[in-house]
T-cell receptor, first 114, second 112 residues
Framework: DAGVIQSPRHEVTEMGQEVTLRCKPI?????LFWYRQTMMRGLELLIY????????DSGMPEDRFSAKMPNASFSTLKIQPSEPRDSAVYFC????????????FGQGTRLTVV | QQQVKQSPQSLIVQKGGISIINCAYE??????FPWYQQFPGKGPALLIA?????SEKKEGRFTISFNKSAKQFSLHIMDSQPGDSATYFC???????????FGQGTTLQVKP
């Protein structure tokens, strides 16, 4: 397996624009997590899904953020409208509860909002 | 509310020395305590993990020490190497949810 795949790797956008980040989890994994990493706040959990259903979105900073998982092999994190303070590295991670407790992370998407 | 506190923020160690990073947690419901290693431009990767029913776990040069009563755990890197230079994160979660709460991270530099 190629691991967790995120796209794009880098995104530069202007304030006010819509941004969509994409994630393909490892095949067969039943949990998917979205994290945000900044120098000030470290690694924060935004939302996680179990079997494509959102379980806990308490980490989503505000209504400008939304996440979907239409099927087991794809998830999106959308920011609309984007703001400069959204600039961060966004990570997607997946795991299989029954197989292992380990969460596998993607390479991340570095988002810059100017 | 910060549930996992990590120290130090940065650490410089000579090659061959011992690196020690400490973490403390608040939620006694946590039952899974991993350490992740992150290199620049990469995502975090699991290094070693422990469950609260043991006080120590060793894998190669890496050891986790766990003190349940004090709600603390630490990572020891023996014979530290320049290739160990990275950012290390402790985390805690309930195994069932996998919802990892991370510490703030420690940047380790191992000097040759």
């Amino acid at each position: 397996d190629a691991g967790v795949i995120q796209s794009p790797r880098h995104e530069v956008t202007e304030m006010g624009q819509e941004v969509t980040l994409r994630c393909k989890p490892i095949s067969g994994h039943d949990y998917l997590f979205w994290y945000r990493q900044t120098m000030m706040r470290g690694l924060e959990l935004l939302i996680y899904f179990n079997n494509n259903v959102p379980i806990d979105d308490s980490g989503m900073p505000e209504d400008r953020f939304s996440a979907k998982m239409p099927n087991a092999s794809f998830s999106t994190l959308k920011i609309q409208p984007s703001e400069p303070r959204d600039s961060a590295v966004y990570f997607c991670a997946s795991r299989h509860l029954q197989e292992r407790t380990e969460a596998f992370f993607g390479q991340g998407t570095r988002l810059t909002v100017v | 509310q910060q549930q996992v506190k990590q120290s130090p923020q940065s650490l410089i160690v000579q090659k061959g020395g011992i690196s020690i990073i400490n973490c403390a947690y608040e939620n006694t419901a946590f039952d899974y305590f991993p350490w992740y290693q992150q290199f620049p431009g990469k995502g975090p990767a699991l290094l070693i993990a422990i469950r609260p029913d043991v006080s120590e776990k060793k894998e190669g040069r890496f050891t986790i020490s766990f003190n349940k009563s004090a709600k603390q755990f630490s990572l020891h890197i023996m014979d530290s190497q320049p290739g160990d230079s990275a950012t290390y994160f402790c985390a805690a979660s309930k195994v069932y949810t996998g919802k990892l709460i991370f510490g703030q991270g420690t940047t380790l530099q191992v000097k040759p």
